[in-house]
């Protein structure tokens, strides 16, 4: 039966608390545009991703205007193109990000996740080939992203995968240096990366997914700080995580909905909800301010894990309530530049890069959208990304790193992105040489989590 409360409930949290849809996100299978001729396999990714996609933006807005929920953003997933590279041995990789590019234009949408390659085991044809064109790929387009999988709980952690990474980071915010490095913006390095994620920058098609299909991406870490707001200060942490949970709830079911009426009104099925609290940079719209609402001065201050690991556990028990396909990220998304509350604890000093590394192991992503000091070396950036790696693959959980060198700045500056990537300051990295550590190269052995058959 509805509940009358309930959905005013809702209502306000959509004109007041910043509740939205963030993302509804069409995934695409390129396996059957794959060809020799670099060229004809171009013609056929275009010519799949229009025809496909070509309501998609439509669709999310009629549904939008029709039951008055905010529907962000309209973006496509496709299958890692370094599958496709692995057929055509003499393409240049960069027609295919620009063909992406044009094919995202030509149907509206507002970015397009699938430069991507699975590394977490090794190289396989085309793999590096990729890995290498990503910076030039990110500088000539403007919609693409890209995405690295270089460990795994199963495999362990390629640490040449790791290694290159560090230098193609680099170089992707140098070439982007005219643009707030922005390149590095769109270009994120897993551990466990989930073939159904929604989510920019590391959206792709996995291969177990079908021809085409609908996920969506809910929000909402202003409806969950509004109500926790209503709380006496004295309150249980158990009647906390009970309003977590219970706010996680209508938030997914809203999710639920839009997902059920794209998959109907586009003719394709219908994915999953991933139940992330995606953070904007509006004031009020942030995990670190939930953390705050439960308790704390400032995220980043001792007791900021703890409170991250209520929060993230809550909204996963609420929201596989209101929803039979839960899947993506699904958890309480941390990025420094998107998140109003974490730009001002790295402002007032009281988040360090060390400490959102811990907070990275209870919590979905990792180390995202991070500004780093620009003459960082790469092998810094290549231990980080093995420190993430190292977290997800232990704790069978997905982890990340999305961090931007800025090139040419200096600490105490700050990158505005605008709009929902935000800003950030430049945070200390330690400077300290991994680079013996990161030459070695070769596989961190997978875990003994990984024998569980």
């Known amino acids: ?23 509804v996100t069409m995934g695409i299978s390129l396996l059957d545009c794959a060809d020799p001729d670099g060229r004809k396999a171009c013609e056929k ?22 039951y008055g929920m905010p529907i962000v953003n309209k973006r496509i997933s496709v299958t890692p193109i370094a599958m496709l590279l692995a057929s055509a041995p003499d393409a240049d990789p960069v027609w295919y990000a620009k063909t992406l590019d044009a094919a995202a234009k030509a149907v509206g949408v507002n970015f397009i996740g699938g430069y991507s390659a699975l590394v977490h085991k090794g190289f396989s044809a085309g793999d590096e ?9 990110l500088a000539c387009t ?9 460990g795994s709980t199963k495999s362990g952690i390629n640490m040449d995968a790791v290694k290159m990474m560090g230098p193609v980071i680099k170089e992707a915010a140098a070439r982007t240096r005219d643009k707030m490095c922005a390149g590095a913006a769109k ?4 551990c466990n990366a989930p073939e159904d994620n929604p989510f920019m920058a590391g959206a792709f098609h996995g291969p177990g997914e079908p021809d085409c299909v609908i996920h969506v991406g809910v929000s909402g870490p202003g409806a969950v700080r509004a109500a926790l707001a ?32 794209a998959s109907e009104r586009l003719g394709v099925p219908f994915g999953i909800v991933d139940l992330s ?11 670190a301010n939930i953390l705050e609402e439960i308790g704390l001065e400032s995220c980043g201050c001792c007791g900021t894990t703890a409170t991250l690991a209520m929060l993230n556990d809550a909204v996963k028990k609420g929201g596989v309530m209101a929803s039979n396909h839960v899947g993506g990220l699904s958890g309480a998304f941390i990025p420094v530049s998107e998140d109003d509350g974490m730009i001002k604890a790295v402002e007032r000093g009281s988040l360090s890069i060390e400490k959102l590394e811990a907070m990275t192991a ?28 190292a977290i997800g693959m232990v704790n069978t959980k997905t982890t990340a790193v999305r961090v931007i060198p800025a090139i040419g700045c200096k600490e105490g500056d700050v990158l505005d992105f605008g709009g929902l990537l935000g800003y950030a300051p430049i945070l200390p990295v330690s400077t300290f040489s991994p680079s013996v550590f990161v030459n070695r190269g070769g596989r961190i052995p997978a875990p003994l989590q990984a024998l569980k058959n």
């Open 1 to 23: 039966m509805l509940n009358t409360n309930d959905i005013l409930e809702t209502i306000q949290m959509i004109t007041d608390e910043h509740l939205d849809v963030r993302t």
């Open 45 to 66: 990714i275009y010519r799949k991703i229009t025809e496909k996609a070509k309501d998609l933006v439509k669709t999310a807005e009629d549904i939008s205007a029709t």
């Open 129 to 137: 080939r990729l890995i290498r064109s990503i910076p030039e790929a």
């Open 142 to 150: 403007d919609y693409v992203c890209s995405s690295i999988n270089v």
């Open 187 to 190: 270009l994120v390095v897993f």
């Open 230 to 261: 209503q709380l006496p200060k004295d309150a249980s942490l158990d009647t906390v995580a009970e309003l977590i949970k219970r706010t996680a709830f209508k938030i997914t079911r809203m999710g639920q909905l839009v997902g059920n009426l």
């Open 277 to 287: 609290l995606a953070p904007t940079p509006a004031p009020g719209d942030s995990v």
């Open 362 to 389: 209870v919590c979905s992503v990792g180390i995202d959208m991070v500004v780093i000091p620009g003459e960082t070396d790469a092998a810094v950036i290549s231990a980080l990304i093995a420190d993430e790696a």
